[in-house]
């Protein structure tokens, strides 16, 4: 019941595309749920995260959508750019510190 | 402003050897968190502190394994005697969780490779 699943595993998407990374829970008592960004030899850096009083947030090309009866949510990036090639993890959290990740997801957006 | 600062980036020793890693969090954060990083099991929470004192150690996965944290601004994580398989990338993370969730901030991680 702790467990996020997130898939793909990996993603090629052409430049200008729309990558979309999902992710699902089983714990209906998780609050927030952060997207995290990596760069090879980097620490993963917050994306963007959400609540789930909302369905939708959306942060410049990054967009999350949450569906709560689902207990699913989604990565969307808009317009995607070679800059954009990391890896990217979804992660739930009750109330304040146990993070629990995602697998990740390998993003490579071809110029 | 700084952010999580890890040291060494890079640590390769032998097997049996104590190894000792370091970490930094941001000013005011009252929260620091120790990951590892493997292919094969992702990041796992291995320890977390607030207001320094250690409060889940449940995912330290064995007494060769011990953190400390003796103030604000400074943290180990230790393994003594160090095994292959603790080769893995160790991250710490930090964050201030006054006003309910806020966001870990990670440093760049130490990779550790033991021989």
């Known amino acids: 019941q702790q467990q996020v699943k997130q898939s793909p595993q990996s993603l090629i998407v052409q430049k200008g595309g729309i990558s979309i990374i999902n992710c699902a829970y089983e714990?209906?008592?998780?609050?927030?749920f952060p997207w995290y960004q990596q760069f090879p030899g980097k620490g993963p850096a917050l994306l963007i995260a959400?609540?789930?009083?909302?369905s939708e947030k959306k942060e410049g090309r990054f967009t999350i959508s949450f569906n709560k009866s689902a207990k699913q949510f989604s990565l969307h990036i808009m317009d995607s750019q070679p800059g954009d090639s990391a890896t990217y993890f979804c992660a739930a959290s009750k109330g304040t510190y146990k993070y629990i990740f995602g697998t990740g997801t390998r993003l490579k957006v071809l110029a | 402003d700084a952010g999580v600062i890890q040291s060494p980036r890079h640590e390769v020793t032998e097997m049996g050897q104590e190894v000792t890693l370091r970490c930094k969090p941001i000013?005011?954060?009252?929260?620091l968190f120790w990951y590892r990083q493997t292919m094969m099991r992702g990041l796992e929470l291995l320890i977390y502190f607030n207001n320094n004192v250690p409060i889940d150690d449940s995912g330290m996965p064995e007494d060769r394994f011990s953190a400390k944290m003796p103030n604000a601004s400074f943290s180990t994580l230790k393994i003594q005697p160090s095994e292959p398989r603790d080769s893995a990338v160790y991250f710490c993370a930090s964050t201030s969780l006054v006003g309910g969730n806020q966001p870990q901030h990670f440093g760049d991680g130490t990779r550790l490779s033991i021989l």
């Open positions: 000013s005011g954060h009252n929260s």
């Open positions: 714990n209906t008592a998780f609050d927030y």
């Open positions: 959400i609540r789930p009083d909302v």
